[in-house]
C-alpha cells in the first residue's frame, strides 16, 4: 500500500509575490483550516476566527485598491487564492467570495469619499459583508425583487425580506438591491447598510444538506433607515450593478467548485493508492484508473477556463460569457468528480468517517448559488446566438 500524499497544484502565476501570497494561503489552510473542517461543519459552526485571521493577513480584500486596504491582485490570483481555501474548506473559500461580492459595489460604484469612509474597515478591519439580491418569490428572476426604499428628507426607508443571504444575521454590512421606482430592473437601486441597523434582524439559519458551517438565511428589513450618503452608484443604477457584481461572483464560485473538486480527488487518489484488494492497490485496476483520469481532466480543463476568464477581465475586457460558461463547467464538473470520489471509496464513501460524502454534499449548492447553472445556460447561448425572440 502506498502513502502517497496529494501533490501541490501547479500554478502558473503572474509574480514572485504571488507565489508567497499562495504559500502563505496554503500555510493558513493546512494549519488554521483544513484540521477542523470536518468537526465544524458537523457541528454547524461557522469559524468566525478564521476570517479574522484572513482579515489580519489581508486576504479579505485581494481584488481591491490597496489604498483602502485592498490587496491590488489581479483576479488571476485572487480565484487561485479562494481555490486553495475552498480546498481546505469551502464554508471558507465561499465566504470569502461571498465578502469579496459584497465589497464589488462600493469598491467599484462608490463615490471616493464613500470609498475613504467605508472601504478599510471592510477590506482589512476584520468586518464580514453579505450580499443582499434574491428574495422569496424572486430568484432567478432578480429584476422582479419587492424590497423597497422609500425616500423621506435626507434618508432612505427600507422594507422587505431577502433570502438565500450567506451569511445572513452575522454580516457587519450588507450590500442590498432595493426598489426604488418603477417596475423591473431600471426601478432598483443599491444601499449598503450596516448589520447592527435598527430594524434589520436575521430569521433562523436554513437547515440545509452541505456547508452547515455556512450561515444561510432570511434577511428582514422593518423599516430600516440609512441616509442618502450609503446609496451605491445613481437611482436606478442598482440592477446593472447587481449584474456587473455577479459576472465577478460567478469566477469565484467557479475556483471554489475547483478547489473543492480538487479536494475529492486528492481524497480519492490517495484512498485508491492505500487500498488493496486481490493482491494489490486498487488504484491498479483499469475502471478506477480512468475514473481518476477523468477525473483530473475535469479539474484542469475547468481550472484553465476559470482563469482564461480572469484574465479577460483583468486586461478590462468582456468576460461575461466566459465567467457564465467557468462557472457552468467547474460547478457541473465539481458534482461530478466528487460524486466519482465517493464511488471510488466505496462504502467508506459513504460514512461521515471519511470527507468524500461531504465533498458531494456541498458540490450540489454550487451549481444553484449565484445563477442556476440552467441560468448560466442562458446567459451563454444569448452570447452564441442571440436574444430569444419574444
Request: aromatic share 8%.
Given at each position: 500500500?502506498s502513502?502517497?500524499?496529494?501533490?501541490?497544484?501547479?500554478?502558473?502565476?503572474?509574480?514572485?509575490e504571488?507565489?508567497?501570497?499562495?504559500?502563505?494561503?496554503?500555510?493558513?489552510?493546512?494549519?488554521?483550516?483544513?484540521?477542523?473542517?470536518?468537526?465544524?461543519?458537523?457541528?454547524g459552526?461557522?469559524?468566525r476566527e478564521?476570517?479574522?485571521?484572513?482579515?489580519?493577513s489581508?486576504?479579505?480584500?485581494?481584488p481591491?485598491?490597496?489604498?483602502?486596504?485592498?490587496?491590488?491582485?489581479?483576479?488571476?490570483?485572487?480565484?487561485?487564492?479562494l481555490?486553495?481555501?475552498?480546498a481546505?474548506?469551502?464554508t471558507?473559500?465561499?465566504?470569502v467570495?461571498?465578502?469579496?461580492?459584497?465589497?464589488?459595489?462600493l469598491?467599484?460604484?462608490?463615490?471616493?469619499?464613500?470609498?475613504?469612509?467605508?472601504?478599510?474597515?471592510?477590506?482589512?478591519?476584520?468586518l464580514?459583508?453579505?450580499?443582499c439580491?434574491?428574495?422569496?418569490?424572486s430568484?432567478?428572476?432578480a429584476?422582479?425583487?419587492?424590497?423597497?426604499?422609500?425616500?423621506e428628507?435626507?434618508?432612505?426607508?427600507i422594507?422587505?425580506?431577502?433570502?438565500?443571504i450567506?451569511?445572513?444575521?452575522?454580516a457587519d454590512?450588507?450590500?442590498?438591491?432595493?426598489?426604488?421606482?418603477?417596475?423591473?430592473?431600471?426601478?432598483?437601486?443599491?444601499f449598503?447598510v450596516?448589520?447592527?441597523?435598527?430594524?434589520?434582524s436575521?430569521?433562523?439559519?436554513?437547515?440545509?444538506?452541505?456547508?452547515?458551517?455556512?450561515?444561510?438565511?432570511?434577511?428582514?428589513?422593518?423599516?430600516?433607515r440609512?441616509?442618502?450618503?450609503?446609496r451605491?452608484?445613481?437611482?436606478?443604477?442598482?440592477?446593472?450593478i447587481?449584474?456587473?457584481?455577479?459576472?465577478?461572483?460567478?469566477?469565484?464560485?467557479?475556483?471554489?467548485?475547483?478547489?473543492?473538486?480538487?479536494?475529492?480527488?486528492d481524497?480519492?487518489?490517495?484512498?485508491?493508492?492505500?487500498?488493496s484488494?486481490?493482491?494489490?492497490p486498487?488504484?491498479?485496476?483499469?475502471?478506477?484508473?480512468?475514473?481518476?483520469?477523468?477525473?483530473?481532466?475535469?479539474?484542469?480543463?475547468?481550472?484553465?477556463l476559470?482563469?482564461a476568464?480572469?484574465?479577460?477581465?483583468?486586461?478590462?475586457k468582456?468576460?461575461?460569457?466566459?465567467a457564465?460558461?467557468?462557472?457552468?463547467?467547474?460547478?457541473?464538473?465539481?458534482?461530478?468528480v466528487?460524486?466519482?470520489a465517493?464511488?471510488?471509496?466505496?462504502?467508506?464513501g459513504?460514512?461521515?468517517?471519511?470527507?468524500?460524502?461531504?465533498?458531494?454534499?456541498?458540490?450540489?449548492?454550487?451549481?444553484?448559488?449565484?445563477?442556476?447553472?440552467?441560468?448560466?445556460?442562458?446567459?451563454?447561448?444569448r452570447?452564441?446566438?442571440?436574444?430569444?425572440?419574444?
Open positions: 500500500m502513502d502517497r500524499d496529494p501533490q501541490p497544484v501547479e500554478r502558473q502565476l503572474p509574480t514572485e504571488a507565489r508567497d501570497l499562495l504559500a502563505l494561503v496554503r500555510n493558513i489552510a493546512q494549519r488554521e483550516i483544513a484540521p477542523r473542517a470536518a468537526e465544524e461543519e458537523d457541528a459552526r461557522f469559524p478564521v476570517f479574522t485571521l484572513l482579515s489580519e489581508g486576504l479579505l480584500g485581494l481591491y485598491d490597496s489604498e483602502y486596504g485592498g490587496g491590488d491582485q489581479p483576479y488571476e490570483v485572487y480565484l487561485q487564492v481555490e486553495e481555501l475552498a481546505a474548506r469551502l471558507v473559500g465561499l465566504g467570495s461571498v465578502h469579496t461580492l459584497a465589497s464589488y459595489a469598491a467599484t460604484y462608490g463615490t471616493k469619499q464613500q470609498q475613504v469612509e467605508h472601504l478599510p474597515a471592510m477590506l482589512g478591519g476584520g464580514l459583508g453579505a450580499y439580491l434574491s428574495e422569496p418569490s430568484g432567478s428572476d429584476a422582479s425583487l419587492r424590497t423597497r426604499a422609500v425616500r428628507g435626507d434618508d432612505w426607508v422594507n422587505g425580506t431577502k433570502a438565500w450567506t451569511h445572513g444575521g452575522i454590512f450588507y450590500t442590498v438591491m432595493t426598489r426604488t421606482g418603477e417596475d423591473g430592473p431600471r426601478g432598483i437601486t443599491a449598503l450596516p448589520g447592527d441597523a435598527p430594524g434589520l436575521g430569521a433562523a439559519p436554513e437547515k440545509k444538506m452541505g456547508m452547515k458551517g455556512s450561515p444561510t438565511a432570511q434577511v428582514h428589513f422593518d423599516g430600516v440609512v441616509g442618502d450618503d450609503r451605491l452608484g445613481e437611482e436606478g443604477q442598482g440592477f446593472f447587481a449584474l456587473s457584481a455577479l459576472d465577478s461572483g460567478r469566477l469565484g464560485i467557479a475556483a471554489c467548485a475547483i478547489g473543492l473538486a480538487q479536494a475529492a480527488l481524497e480519492a487518489v490517495g484512498y485508491a493508492t492505500r487500498r484488494q486481490f493482491g494489490r486498487i488504484a491498479d485496476f483499469q475502471g478506477l484508473r480512468f475514473m481518476i483520469a477523468d477525473m483530473a481532466t475535469q479539474i484542469e480543463a475547468g481550472r484553465a476559470y482563469l476568464a480572469a484574465r479577460l477581465r483583468d486586461a478590462g468582456p468576460f461575461a460569457k466566459q457564465a460558461m467557468a462557472k457552468l463547467h467547474c460547478t457541473d464538473a465539481a458534482m461530478k466528487t460524486t466519482d465517493v464511488q471510488i471509496l466505496g462504502g467508506y459513504y460514512t461521515a468517517d471519511f470527507p468524500a460524502e461531504r465533498y458531494m454534499r456541498e458540490a450540489k449548492v454550487l451549481q444553484i448559488v449565484e445563477g442556476t447553472n440552467q441560468i448560466q445556460r442562458m446567459v451563454i447561448a452570447h452564441v446566438a442571440g436574444p430569444e425572440a419574444r
